[in-house]
């Protein structure tokens, strides 16, 4: 069984909602955001994310790390 405590590694998938990867869609909702304003910003490079073919991803923990920076 992986150590999901381990904040060196990402494991992708799974329960817990730490390391959750989610589309633009979910993203756009966590953030109470339009879709095209997250994508937009994703592109950009002013919000963190990684394109997968033409989808983009987000892991929640990194964007509740950015929002924690950019309100401060």
């Not at 959750?20 to 994508?39: D, F, G, I, R």
Request: hydrophobic share 40%; net charge positive; glycine share 6%.
């Amino acid at each position: 069984m992986p150590d999901y405590k381990d904040p060196t590694r990402v494991y992708i998938g799974g329960d817990d909602p730490v390391v959750q990867v989610m589309t633009s869609v979910e993203a756009a909702e966590y953030l109470k955001m339009h879709v095209k304003t997250v994508c937009r910003l994703a592109k950009e490079g002013k919000i963190p994310a990684k394109k997968v073919g033409s989808e983009w991803r987000f892991l929640r923990s990194v964007l509740d790390n950015w929002l924690a920076e950019s309100l401060v």
